[in-house]
């Protein structure tokens, strides 16, 4: 069966420090990955999503970026921490390829507050 | 672009059924998901409709109208462990889904 980590659970960082976020899919192959940010009481917000080593889109420009070193490695960073850039940070995975669903996977998330 | 829209808040007593309605606006179409989230948690999948027409989970079924752009999540015989924010999403689109904002479910004895 397939499992998705995401380290460290929880966060407190001091605004202007960097961060580095890291996801790691177990069980499958070639899976699309996915970044994603919840502020408190609010929806998901897509950040980053990639479909192999290397490619990385992003949706929403800021001062964050996403980078896939392996296959099942997806890691979120920043160079300089914003207070608005607390909030709940979700991985996730899907299948690639004809014929899925598309269904996403949620890791259980690192909640990060910046001070 | 893609428009999701969900009712913030639904309250109902445990035993009963809840019905979550998501209305869609969308440049493309492959199909309608449904996670639950519990406070504090990550959201997991229950259900996806790609065609017209009702899937039935156990005490969770997901109904899909792709030509009125609309879905439902009906929740039957409420449980307390039901309490928690129901997301409707439509994709994929180049490989993405769309959130919307979420139904939050309280459950009360």
């Known amino acids: 069966s397939q499992t998705i980590h995401q380290w460290p659970a929880t966060l407190v960082q001091p605004v202007g420090s960097p961060l580095s976020l890291e996801c790691t899919v177990e069980?499958?192959?070639?899976?699309?990955l996915y970044w994603y940010r919840q502020a408190a009481g609010r929806g998901l917000q897509l950040l980053f999503y990639?479909?192999?080593?290397?490619?990385i889109s992003s949706e929403v420009p800021q001062n964050l970026s996403a980078s896939r070193p392996q296959d099942r490695q997806f890691i979120l960073s920043s160079k300089k921490l914003l207070l608005s850039d607390s909030g709940f940070y979700l991985c996730?995975?899907?299948?690639?390829?004809?014929?899925?669903?598309?269904?996403?996977?949620f890791g259980p998330g690192t909640r990060l507050t910046v001070t | 672009g893609q428009n999701i829209d969900q009712p913030t808040e639904m309250t109902a007593t445990e035993g009963a059924i809840v019905q979550i309605n998501c209305t869609y606006q969308?440049?493309?179409?492959?199909?309608l998901f449904w996670y639950q989230q519990h406070a504090g948690e990550a959201p997991t999948f229950l259900s996806y409709?790609?065609?017209?027409g009702l899937e039935e989970k156990g005490r969770f079924s997901s109904f899909l109208s792709r030509s009125k752009g609309y879905s439902y999540l009906l929740l039957k015989e409420l449980q307390m462990k039901d309490s928690a924010s129901y997301l409707c999403?439509?994709?994929?689109?180049?490989?993405?889904?769309?959130f919307g904002a979420g139904t939050t479910v309280t459950v009360r004895a």
């Open positions: 996730a995975w899907s299948r690639l390829g004809r014929g899925t669903s598309y269904e996403q996977y």
């Open positions: 069980g499958t192959s070639n899976p699309n």
């Open positions: 990639s479909v192999g080593i290397g490619q």
């Open positions: 969308t440049s493309g179409f492959n199909g």
């Open positions: 409709n790609v065609l017209d």
């Open positions: 999403a439509v994709g994929p689109r180049d490989y993405k889904l769309s």
